[in-house]
């Protein structure tokens, strides 16, 4: 009864948070149209709604999807190779690790996006460009979960890998790496979603590919409907994507 | 844009496996090994000139930087839009912080649009904040303020739902007014979340900030950045990211410290 309850009120929450929203979308368009609010610096919603399968057309949307997938895809290959064998080998040399861990940590912190300048002299304005600042964003939180992962194995499991005499190999294939899987799933999860900040965020800053330039091409021509809805498009695309990357991390996680 | 730095990659204290002296014999030579494979690689003309100048250029060009008044000016004004994207953004964050954490039907409205739209990139909304405040200072203010926003107000309201039930009890029990409870108990058992908010916050308003800079600016580091990459002067390039990462991660640190502990448990 109480569950039942508590699923009510979460549902009128929700409904009332989404109301609030087209409410204040409303009171906008409004305003707008009663000229309380300036059309040159904000659209109607209604135009930038209209704008949108505009947008899709014009500045093929799927292209440019395309675009950014693949960017996202190359250097999540690299984060994934290059971010697990270094998880890997700090948990196998635990000098390396006690010596390394927290600059691994920093960089984690570090706003590495800042330097884009410097990646653009070494690798020109390309799609390497911005791959090479996907890779590394992304790779610190899979360096550090894989370590999290392997070093978190509980010990009866490895304890019994050793009764069974299994080598290093056998005990790293059918203990460590199956128990710290759910783990290295999570900082695949985190390194994604940092590539894809990086990797959009910097299409943008250098008008090259992808949904980041299709931004920057309606902004540049002054399009207000088209770069709203733009914009709109890209924060769709992103919260779908950190939805279904939640959705698979949870389906992964061990139920406990 | 680094914003999503904050889910559990805090390092773990290190083992004193191998021994400290190991630790720092490893880290010197990484650092060794580092040096000298750049050294070889300026020396060895496989990049284009000045892609990977000697350390001694970086270094000199380091000097030159810090020596020139006009680069203070510079970097007081990116220091003033910083604080004062850290200063609206880390207002609003608390009181809708507190909003959210304080009310379960305001936090099951609204809270999960905030957890979503969280990590997405924000210097995609830099073409709406040069319309909205222009190309001066205050649309790279507008930056830091929506990109410190986020982590502040989730932090915040993770924060207060985590507070001591037994502490409001006590409070209760001791009949303790409603601005009692705020001052004595609710702001002390936050001091961590508030804190570590606002170090995640600072982190991503000065990437915010600086990204703007970069993008569409006549002022700021940023600005010089640029400047020095569009003469290919990359000894100073290299100077002033030098200088820039110092101070993020330097106040990062700084923050973090302030926070303690827990704060650096919770992130």
């Known amino acids: 009864m109480a569950t039942q309850h508590s699923t009510q009120s979460s549902w009128a929450a929700a409904l009332f948070g989404f109301a609030v929203l087209v409410a204040a979308t409303c009171v ?24 949108l399968p505009r947008i899709v057309i014009e500045e093929k949307i799927a292209g440019a999807f395309a675009t950014t997938f693949l960017e996202c895809f190359y250097a999540m290959l690299l ?39 410097l990646f653009l002299v070494v690798f020109g304005r390309t ?68 590539c894809l900040i990086n990797i959009v965020g910097v299409e943008f800053l250098i008008n090259y590919g992808g949904l980041g330039q299709v931004i920057n091409d309606r902004a540049e021509r002054y399009d207000l409907a088209g770069t709203y809805a733009a914009i709109g498009f890209v924060i769709l695309t992103s919260v779908l994507f950190f939805i279904v990357t939640e959705r698979i991390e949870r389906w992964l996680r061990p139920q406990t | 844009m680094a914003s999503t730095a904050n889910v559990g990659l805090a390092a773990r204290p290190a083992r004193a496996v191998g021994g400290q002296a190991d630790v720092v014999a490893i880290r010197v030579a990484i650092i060794a090994l580092l040096v000298v494979v ?3 690689a300026s020396a060895s003309g496989l990049f284009y000139r000045d892609v990977v100048p000697s350390l001694l250029a970086i270094g000199t060009a380091l000097v030159k930087v810090l020596a020139n008044p006009e680069f203070y000016h510079h970097l007081g004004v990116t220091l003033l839009e910083v604080g004062a994207a850290l200063a609206i953004g880390g207002t609003l964050g608390l009181l809708v912080g507190f909003a959210l954490g304080g009310s379960r039907f305001l936090s099951q409205a609204f809270e999960h649009y905030l957890y979503y739209l969280g990590p997405t990139p924000k210097i995609i909304f830099f073409p709406i904040m040069i319309m ?59 001091r961590a979340p508030i804190l570590n908010g606002v170090r995640l916050g600072l982190g991503v308003a000065i ?61």
Not at chain 1, 31 to 36: P, V
């Open chain 2, 207 to 267: 990437i915010g900030t600086l990204l703007a800079e970069t993008k569409l600016s006549n002022v700021g580091v940023g600005y010089l950045i640029m400047q020095a990459y569009s003469v290919f002067d990359m000894p100073r390039m290299y100077a002033m990211l030098i200088v820039l990462f110092t101070l993020a991660i330097g106040a990062n640190a700084l923050v973090g410290r302030l926070a303690g502990p827990a704060a650096a448990r919770r992130s």
């Open chain 2, 132 to 190: 909205w405040f222009g190309v001066g200072p205050a649309s790279k203010v507008a930056m830091g303020t929506l990109s410190c926003f986020f982590p502040i107000v989730l932090s915040v309201a993770s924060g207060m739902r985590q507070i001591d039930p037994v502490l409001i009890r006590v409070g209760r029990s001791f009949k303790a007014s409603r601005w009692q409870t705020a001052i004595k108990i609710h702001l002390p058992a936050m």
């Open chain 1, 127 to 194: 799609m390497t460009t911005i791959v090479m600042i996907g890779f590394i964003a992304g790779l610190p939180p899979v360096i550090l979960k894989t370590l999290e992962g392997l070093a978190g194995t509980r010990r009866v499991l490895v304890d019994v890998g050793r009764s069974l005499k299994l080598g290093a190999w056998q005990m790293f294939a059918k203990i460590l790496l199956p128990a710290a899987l759910p783990t290295v799933f999570v900082g695949l999860r985190l390194g994604l979603i940092f």
């Open chain 2, 38 to 40: 750049w050294e070889l």
């Open chain 1, 28 to 51: 906008v368009e409004w305003m707008l149209r009663l000229g309380l609010l300036n059309r040159y610096i904000v659209p109607l919603p209604s135009e930038v709604m209209l704008s």
């Open chain 1, 79 to 117: 984060v994934t190779v290059v971010g697990i064998l270094t998880g890997i080998l700090l948990y196998r040399f635990t000098a390396l690790r006690a010596a390394t861990e927290t600059w691994v940590a920093a960089a984690a912190s570090a706003p590495i996006v800042l330097a884009y300048p």
